[in-house]
């Protein structure tokens, strides 16, 4: 079995808590999985120490004779600071050089040659590699669910392979769906490199947008894939020079460029269309500001947002008129941030309007975005720091720092006055929210960790106001003789 690891889907589907529904499955094979690892184990124990041998014999070994290669040396000079500065293997930075492949070709036959007697070994420590690779523990939080599927990443030859497989599938091994071969990507449009920065799926998972980072350092390139075709991949669009993606409906996006590394344009395309026209949505002239695309949890609209260090401004394009023009939801005022999610017809906002010290949660019927229309929901907190915002259907999530201690605050969508405060285990000093993609779960996932405890997966459960605990036969164990303090110091600014 391949190397199976997680997969972060940027995506609004079905209850994530149906992974209950698949973990039968898992459990069903995790014995033999956990037997195939212990076997592994000793194996690999028995090995090592004959492959120490034999690494120690080469090592002590006289019949290398063959000399690396010198590299030439060229008079170049850089100029920096005023400074002329002498550097005589500049000349090794230019891949167009001749020189430079020859050099690299010659360093690989001295390679060969001094490795040559160690080939067998070298054979032997990538088995092992292999074989602890490919039995990477399978527990729950290894995939997604999206709707009918779990999806997951199995390794690949040089880059990763997304899968999925039906939920509802009554065969005890369901049947796997190719949803994109990495590889294939980079054979068909001849990428030396494919790195996959960004992969979201379209609202009806009938497609998949991702954006690959190819030869040029800073550089992505945008493909729209179609998901659920059983032959040869069918790549339908390909959009050059682009930053971020975002889905508006199953058939149109929304994609951002950038000049000199600074994302500030918006565009939006609409797959399938024939005369191939992607058309300018909204254009940054502030340097100081950056723009990103994202969607809301419920994706009842997709945002604009423009960011600098301290002042954001939003736009929205509701996702029932995706051929409409994004509404500016509040002008930028200096000093001012805040961040939009949507539920239940209201906007609910992470800001730190009126000049408060820290973010608080206000909101606004979402049809009159005007200031003097925000309702203040939570206040900020003397003392403490609201380090995210999640928004599910049963309540809003704030995960928080309250004197260097993590909490989680939820407010009932239903009911904001019964906003109640969840306390965390007392060694806990960092919270990590976990990728939560969807509204319609019933649970928040998290993680904790401090500097002498390693992070661990946590679970809280909305309607029962109940906190579960990801264990598995790997989870760490704190050493007894670490112990922590905590310190308290007063700020002078």
């Not at 497609?207 to 659920?228: F, N, Q, R």
Request: glycine share 6%.
């Amino acid at each position: 079995m391949k190397s199976i690891r997680s997969l972060r889907f940027l995506h609004n589907g079905a209850t994530i808590g149906r992974l209950v529904d698949y973990s039968s499955w898992f459990g069903r094979q995790g014995n033999r999985y956990h037997q195939a690892h212990v076997r592994s184990s000793l194996l690999f124990s028995a090995r090592r120490c004959q492959i120490r041998g034999r690494w120690e014999r080469y090592c002590s070994s006289s019949s290398v004779t063959a000399q690396p290669p010198t590299a030439k040396r060229k008079e170049e000079y850089i100029c920096a600071h005023g400074h002329r500065i002498e550097d005589p293997y500049r000349w090794m930075q230019r891949a167009e050089d001749k020189d430079v492949w020859k050099y690299i070709e010659e360093e690989n036959t001295y390679t060969s040659s001094v490795m040559k007697e160690a080939s067998e070994l070298q054979e032997q420590l990538l088995d092992e590699v292999e074989n602890w690779s490919n039995l990477d523990a399978v527990c729950g939080d290894d995939f997604e669910v999206v709707g009918n599927y779990v999806y997951y990443t199995k390794s690949g030859n040089d880059y990763p392979v997304y899968c999925r497989s039906p939920l509802d599938s009554d065969e005890e091994i369901p049947p796997e769906e190719i949803v994109l071969d990495v590889n294939h990507l980079a054979d068909t449009f001849g990428y030396q490199q494919a790195r996959v920065s960004v992969l979201k799926l379209s609202p009806g998972a009938t497609h998949l947008a991702i954006t690959v980072e190819t030869d040029s350092a800073d550089s992505y390139v945008g493909h729209i894939v179609k998901v659920g075709v059983q032959d040869e991949p069918m790549y339908l669009d390909t959009i050059p020079d682009i930053f971020n993606i975002e889905w508006v409906t199953d058939d149109v996006i929304l994609y951002t460029k950038a000049h000199n590394l600074r994302a500030c344009q918006v565009w939006r395309c609409v797959i399938g269309c024939t005369d191939n026209t992607d058309e300018l949505l909204y254009e940054e002239n502030d340097d100081r500001f950056f723009v990103d695309v994202s969607h809301t949890k419920d994706r009842k609209f997709v945002t604009i947002n423009s960011n600098s260090k301290t002042t954001s401004e939003v736009r929205v394009l509701s996702s029932s008129s995706p051929m409409g023009e994004p509404q500016l939801v509040q002008a930028r005022m200096e000093g001012m941030e805040y961040y939009v999610e949507h539920h239940d017809g209201k906007f609910y906002f992470l800001t730190n309007h009126g000049g408060a010290t820290d973010y608080k949660l206000m909101c606004t019927p979402a049809d009159t975005t005007l200031l003097s229309d925000w309702r203040e929901v939570v206040p900020a907190r003397p003392g403490g720091r609201v380090v995210d915002m999640d928004m599910f259907h049963q309540g809003c999530v704030l995960a928080e720092k309250r004197g260097g201690v993590p909490a989680i605050t939820v407010v009932p969508t239903d009911k904001a006055k019964d906003t109640y405060s969840f306390k965390l285990p007392t060694w806990a000093c960092v919270i990590k929210p976990g990728a939560n993609t969807t509204a319609d779960t019933s649970g928040y996932r998290f993680s904790l960790s401090s500097p002498i405890h390693p992070e661990v997966e946590f679970e809280f459960h909305l309607p029962s106001k109940q906190l579960w605990k990801q264990t598995t036969e790997d989870s760490p164990v704190v050493p007894d003789h670490y112990v922590m303090h905590r310190l308290m110091a007063t700020s002078q600014v």
